[in-house]
């Protein structure tokens, strides 16, 4: 069966300073990974998704994502990050067939 | 592309009552998902539909839980003899059938029990 950790259930950074959302996965056999975004009272939209090729991976909003399939790794970046990246973030892994396994979320705070 | 849609956004509802929420997928998408969010925590599956079919049912979902898409297109989640424990947010999702199942996400049915 395939989890999701997302280590960090919360991560305070102050506006334009770099972020790093951490993703780690177990699973058997080879899957795909996703990054979505929660603002308040919305639904997930997709950031950006890993299916194969390069391990980075750029995504919306100027963010990015670096499979590392040794690690079992899909952290997510920003080099500079706003107020209205304030949000909840969630880690997804799916294999063929199969449905998405989320991880917990990290509430991502954006200071002034 | 008019986005996933769900109906309604909030119910508040009295222990022991039904309550049916809607969800209306994206047009052309054939599979259609319902997870459960608890303050929190991530999104947790509960079932999914491939056209009118109810393929997958997660042991979350207890016998008081029934999905329906009748057509193939629209779905509703029914909850019956509410408890305060189904206190959530309800996510409905569509996809294309497709191998990394991308799926796009309704903005969810806030259901408070009281």
């Known amino acids: 069966a395939q989890s999701v950790t997302q280590l960090d259930s919360q991560v305070p950074v102050f506006e334009e300073a770099p972020v790093e959302l951490r993703c780690n996965y177990s699973?058997?056999?080879?899957?795909?990974l996703f990054w979505y975004v929660q603002y308040p009272n919305q639904g997930l939209q997709l950031l950006l998704k890993?299916?194969?090729?390069?391990?980075l991976v750029k995504g919306i909003n100027g963010f990015e994502a670096e499979f590392n399939k040794s690690q079992t790794s899909f952290h997510l970046r920003k080099p500079s990050v706003h107020i209205s990246d304030t949000a909840e973030y969630f880690c997804?892994?799916?294999?063929?067939?199969?449905?998405?396994?989320f991880g917990p979320g990290t509430r991502l705070s954006v200071l002034p | 592309d008019t986005g996933v849609s769900q109906d309604p956004r909030h119910k508040i509802t009295k222990r022991g009552q039904n309550v049916t929420f809607r969800c209306d997928p994206i047009?052309?998408?054939?599979?259609l998902y319902w997870y459960r969010q608890t303050l929190g925590q991530g999104p947790e599956f509960l079932t999914y539909?491939?056209?009118?079919?109810?393929?997958?049912k997660s042991r979350l979902l207890s016998d008081r839980f029934s999905a329906e898409r009748p057509k193939g297109s629209f779905s509703t989640l029914e909850i019956q003899r509410t408890e305060q424990g189904d206190s959530a947010m309800y996510l409905c999702?569509?996809?294309?059938?497709?191998?990394?199942?991308?799926?796009?996400f309704g903005p969810g049915t806030r259901l408070t029990v009281l």
């Open positions: 699973s058997s056999v080879s899957v795909y």
């Open positions: 539909f491939q056209n009118e079919a109810q393929l997958e």
């Open positions: 047009s052309e998408h054939n599979r």
């Open positions: 999702a569509s996809s294309r059938r497709s191998v990394d199942n991308e799926q796009f």
């Open positions: 890993y299916l194969s090729g390069s391990t």
């Open positions: 997804a892994v799916v294999n063929y067939g199969q449905n998405f396994v």
